[in-house]
Each structure stands twice: as C-alpha cells, then as structure tokens.
C-alpha cells in the first residue's frame, strides 16, 4: 500500500498510543498485519493499538475505502462510488409490505451490489456520485454485497470524482492460481480441476446445490465454489472468468456463479497426478499471499511448543482440556490423545504446526497406547513432551497442509509430514566439486 494513503492511519494509531512508538514502528507493524496477514484495514489498526496498551474508541468512526477493499461482515463501511444501476421492489417483511431499492456501486478498483432497506430517507438515482458514510457489508454466493440500514449517511458528490468510464467495467485481471488474492475484484485464472464435491445449502431460506473442491496449475491450488451448475468433472482443464476472490483466515478461495464465463481448454498441461504433488514453498511467499491451500514447506524445528504431548479432550466438543476443564462443557472425563505443536522455519519465515496424531505416532515412532503406559510409569504427562523435545527439535521436516494466517502470525494443520535426513555425504561431495571449480 502506498504511503500516502497509511500517513493518516499511522497518525491515528500513534495518537491512540500517547506516541509511545515511532512512526516508522507503527508503519512495520501496520504494513505486517495488511500484507502478510491480510487483515482489512480496520482490524489491522486495532490490532496494532490494542497489542500495546491503547484505546481504540478514540478512532474516528470510519474512512473512505476502495469497494474491492470490503470484507464481507463489516458493521460499519464509509466508500465514495457512483450508482451503476438503480431498482426499485416490492416485499413483505415482518408481515409488512415495503420497498427497497437494490442494483450496483462501482468505483475504478470493482463493482458491488447494494440493498437500501429504507430508501426514502435517502435521495441518490443511477448516475450519481455518492459519498457513504455507516453502511454495512454481508456475503452472498462469495461476494460482498453493501447494505444500506437506518444508520447509514448517503451525500451527493460531484459527479466527475469517479466518471462513467472509470468504473471498473473492464475484463478481469488475468492471473495465476498462486497469485489470486482477496480484494482484486474479478478474476480470470486457468487449472485443472483436482476435485468436484456436490453439496447442499441453505441460502435465504431456500436449499440450492453447489459444487467446491481444489482446482491447479503449476503454481498452486486453491479452493473453488461454484453457485452454479456448469457440469464440472475431475481432470477437466477450464478457464474461469468473471470469478471473485473471498478468504478464510488468509487463504484465498475462488467464487463464481451464472455470471461468470466457464470454457473448457485442450491444450498441454499437468496432469491432475502432477498437480497433486506439492513442491516445497518458501514460508515467506506463503506469507506474502496471506495463507495458502495444500501447500508444502520444508524447514528446521526450532521449538516443540506447550501443549504438545499426551493430553486429555473433552467428548464433547473435542477441545483440548486443562487441569480436567472444557473451556465449554466444564469439568469432564477427557479421553486421550497425541499432537505435535512446533514452530517449522526456513529462514524466511516461519509457521507454526499443528499434527495430530497419526502422523505423531509416525514420526515419534510409538503409539498412544505406548504413551500412556510410559505417562504412567513416570506418573508425568510431561515425559512424553519431553521425549518429543529429544527427538525433534533442530530436526529438519517437510510438512504440507493449509496454512491460515492471524494476527499471531501463520499455522498450519498438517496433512503429512516426515522428518528428513542430512545428506552428509552429498554436502560433502558439493563442496569439494565447488573446491575444484575454483581452483
């Protein structure tokens, strides 16, 4: 993001916090938490504010953004955009009958739908260039939709600050999956479908049918939904066009409905076995596009965190329990378990992971059973932690799932790991290849 545009939130932020950072802090922090965590730009204030001690209530109630920078499930949204369309309907709500208005925003970064609730306290027709100030955001089918309630201030503008022609009406960015990220408005990208799953929703009331599943190419994967039934099979390669971009926790997720353009495409690409395969990918790229699906990485060991080891669940909710206490259900009676909870880095960057206990058993090379007996033996559920620390910090690990971002940074839900081994050997006949070179 440019400067320019962070000047009035690093000086809200340091008067938030009595100028208790530099400038130059504030704009780390905030620039970490928009582009490496992806959070919109409200949150990433607040986040910054409330990690050191400062009262967010004395921001200003909101500020002007670009339609492709909403989020869905916003309370509280101030955007300048000219009203691409304009309709009126009737409907029954409460048992009463009333009219609402409904149609498109659009601004030069996207187009949205809108629904005013209560239009004849406001006063805009298509064409015009409105200034909204307390509007509120909802999903639908994957995309934001803007929604105008009894707070919300609607102003006249100019109608030369955003034209006819600047309305972002032209084809969609051409991308690669790898690059795809929320708020770039429509999208257009080419893979192979890896998966196709049918399921049943409900939608305002009303049960329709949608197909998700992972779509690739030779970049990456990532998660699709379709709203409408355009035949998709596994294997097939298609171009996607006029899709729209939503994330969950960082990772990116791609959507498109009836308006969208579906082609199917011959020409050479990876099979679905290539694409399945995941290559190692640095941790700080991961970091950069705000999480990833199905992605790989490769890097030490530095720390088996607390809370790994043999621990106790609730049987109900399946959360964690501590001292025999759900946060939830209260006090129970756990049932046991095995997870792994370790910082993985690269030297890019670093995520932490979380492994269930499959793949524990595997990697520490015994069982929960074999655990229990030694928990007993040593009347210690903190020696199998223990055991864990021994045999795997500073070991070197390859580790694939999806990796969600937060304000605490990146975690993993691993799907497979394995520990690797140093190839001595192989180091050794590098460098004396690389001693001879230079000679």
């Not at 986040?47 to 109630?61: E, I, L, Q, Y």
């Not at 600047?166 to 795809?180: M, N, R, S, T």
């Not at 939904?225 to 298609?238: N, Q, R």
């Not at 378990?337 to 520490?364: N, P, Q």
């Amino acid at each position: 993001m440019e400067d320019d545009k962070l000047a009035p939130h690093i000086q809200e932020i340091s008067r938030a916090l009595g100028n208790k950072l530099s400038e130059k802090e504030i704009e780390d922090e905030l620039r970490k938490c928009i582009e490496d965590y992806n959070l919109s730009i409200p949150m990433a204030k607040k986040t910054v504010v409330k990690r050191h001690g400062g009262d967010t209530g004395s921001f200003s109630a909101g500020f002007q953004r670009k339609l492709a920078e909403l989020r869905p499930n916003e309370p509280n949204v101030d955007f300048v955009a000219r009203v691409v369309t304009a309709n009126e309907k009737a409907i029954e709500a409460r048992g009463e009958k009333k009219t609402i208005w409904y149609g498109l925003l659009g601004d030069e970064s996207t187009t949205l739908s809108y629904t005013a609730w209560d239009p004849q306290n406001l006063e805009f027709a298509k064409g015009d260039v409105i200034s909204v100030k307390g509007a509120y955001t909802k999903e639908y089918r994957g995309r934001v939709e803007v929604h105008f309630g009894n707070r919300v201030t609607v102003r006249k503008e100019d109608p030369s600050t955003i034209g006819v022609s600047d309305v972002a009406q032209g084809p969609p960015k051409v991308v690669a999956i790898h690059q795809i990220q929320e708020g770039m408005g429509y999208v257009e990208t080419k893979g192979r479908l890896l998966s196709v799953d049918e399921r049943e929703v409900n939608v305002q009331g009303e049960a329709k049918t949608i197909y998700s599943g992972t779509i690739a190419d030779e970049t990456g994967k990532i998660q699709y939904t379709a709203w409408s039934d355009f035949k998709l099979k596994p294997g097939e390669l298609i171009k996607i066009s006029r899709a729209t971009v939503k994330s969950w926790r960082g990772i990116p997720q791609l959507n498109f409905d009836e308006r969208a353009d579906v082609i199917r495409v011959k020409e050479k690409f990876p099979s679905a076995d290539e694409l399945r395969k995941t290559s190692i990918t640095p941790i700080a790229e991961v970091a950069s596009r705000g999480g990833a699906a199905d992605v790989s990485v490769r890097g030490t060991i530095i720390e088996v965190r607390d809370g790994s080891g043999l621990i106790m669940r609730c049987p109900e909710c399946k959360r964690a329990l501590q001292k025999s206490m759900c946060k939830i259900h209260g006090r129970v009676e756990g049932f046991p378990d095995l997870r792994i909870k370790a910082v993985i880095d690269d030297g890019s960057g670093s995520v932490s992971a979380i492994i269930g206990r499959e793949l524990t058993e595997r990697l520490m090379d015994f069982t929960l059973e074999e655990c229990m007996e030694k928990a007993r033996q040593s009347m210690s559920f903190e020696s199998i932690k223990d055991s864990m620390d021994d045999a795997l910090t500073f070991k070197i690990i390859d580790a694939t799932g999806n990796i969600t971002a937060d304000t605490y940074g990146l975690s993993m839900i691993t799907k497979e790991a394995e520990l690797k081994v140093p190839d001595t050997m192989g180091d050794i006949e590098r460098l004396l290849v690389e001693l001879e070179e230079s000679r």
